[in-house]
């Protein structure tokens, strides 16, 4: 949630393809630090999120960013950009374990 908090906010978000693909490789890279052994256990929860749009983990997601990501017009948006969190945590994660 932290990283939500700092980085997602309403008030903070440039909504354009560049900076949400820059956005996605600095959470990654802050995401696989701070849970490295647990990265694995980050993945399924972020595949889990992603693909109910009534889990209770965006409820919070709305209060820290004051973004509703369940609204049509940022659903796909969302998902895309934790799809793109998870391909590449999923990256790191195989690189490091080989």
């Not at 900076?19 to 995401?31: H, T």
């Not at 694995?40 to 997601?61: N, S």
């Amino acid at each position: 949630m932290h990283e939500l908090r700092c980085y997602y906010h309403a008030n903070l978000l440039v909504w354009s393809k560049a900076a949400f693909s820059s956005l996605i490789e600095d959470s990654v890279s802050r995401l696989h630090f701070y849970t490295n052994k647990d990265v694995d256990v980050l993945i399924l929860f972020l595949e889990e999120v992603c693909k109910d749009k009534q889990h209770p983990f965006l409820d919070m997601m709305h209060d820290e960013t004051w973004i509703d990501w369940r609204e049509d017009q940022y659903w796909s948006c969302f998902q895309a950009h934790l799809n793109g969190i998870i391909f590449q945590l999923k990256d790191m994660s195989q690189s490091n374990a080989g």
